[in-house]
């Protein structure tokens, strides 16, 4: 095992976050390929993301407790088998019905990745450390969105799209023995009445009532929808309607990513100077800039790659900034149950990131104009979430 606070368990728990984004993205230029085999719709199609977060959402409600009652390792380590079985039930899926139902099962064992990797650096680095950390981590973690479709592109022009569901599998396979050789336990406050009905239920209740955790998780939650919108209606309106080829596709994702590295850079390269408050008010402002400008672009009846992606591309940057600063700012003032602070938190980032895929789903066959309107909404939310409830908030203070 190695240190908790060694470089190579950062990098681990890095990867471990981005099980999630890679579970969505590295599929997502199959997404119409899917729907031709199957002869299934688009907003069938579409249900292979939102169910994924459902489940993810879900879950993550399971795990935190047990992994304040049990630990970290233990919990992931189930997490990433159940994750590997369920990738292969997708890779050989006869139906769209099945395929949904795998995708449902893949989400519980990916949740593991993003609920408790931010515990585990809340565990090792406190709140103010977590923030920097964390933004350093979802830089890292970027990339793998950025070459995940453009990987999955490759591999469905090559492959078909069943073969990306192999590689999500051979991925959680290296995952899973990585976790085994070097992560060790990090949760030093293990509660015995972490999992009790009743105590489980009065830890929620207080996070609820915890006026800065909720304009936080808020904030973080209309980021992952602006994010999740995109990754809803984006290959549907760039592959279906625009014209581009699957493994083109991929590169303008890629754009967006890089958006969301640069801003996740300079999170963590100026957190500690000005502030994790300063931070979020800076990244729901550029948010809400970019949604709106896109919104504007198409409503001007412009509708082109460059202003769809443009637009989101300054989107993302104000998320790279916002959305880590957010996530340490909820979890921080929760030491000693860290894991149920970042399941509500994840709960409520995925479920509502789900409701609103479903809406763009439905919307993206003939028009952009869902998901631009999505992305300009969740934008202003943000704003909204940041300045009427966590600012007039007093100053958290770190609970028990």
Known sequence: MARADSLIVAFLLTVMVALGPLSTDLYLPSLPAIGAEFGAGTATVQLTLSVFLAGFALSQLIYGPLSDRFGRRPMILGGIVLYLLASLACAYAPSIEVLILARFGQALGACVGPVLGRAAVRDIYGRERAAALLSYMGMVMALAPAFGPILGGIVEVHFGWRANFVVLAAFALAMLLATLVILPETNQWKSRDATRPGHLVAAYLSLLRHRSYIGYVLVVACAYSGIFSFISGSSFVLIGLLGLSPDVYGFCFAAIVVGYMIGAFLSGRYTARVGLERMVQLGTAVQALGGCVGL?????????????????????????????????????????????????????????????????????????????????????????????????????????
């Open 296 to 400: 504007a672009i198409y409503a001007t009846g412009i509708v082109t790659v460059a202003g769809i992606v443009g637009p989101v591309v300054v989107f993302m940057v104000g998320t790279g900034l916002a959305m880590p600063n957010a996530q340490a700012g909820a979890i921080g003032p929760f030491p000693r149950m860290a894991g149920s602070a970042s399941a509500l938190l994840g709960f409520f980032q995925m479920g509502s990131a789900a409701l609103v895929g479903i809406v763009v789903g439905h919307g993206s066959a003939s028009s952009a104009l869902a998901m631009m309107t999505a992305i300009a909404l969740v934008g202003l939310g943000g704003v909204l979430s940041y300045w009427l409830i966590v600012h007039p908030a007093p100053v958290a203070a770190e609970a028990d």
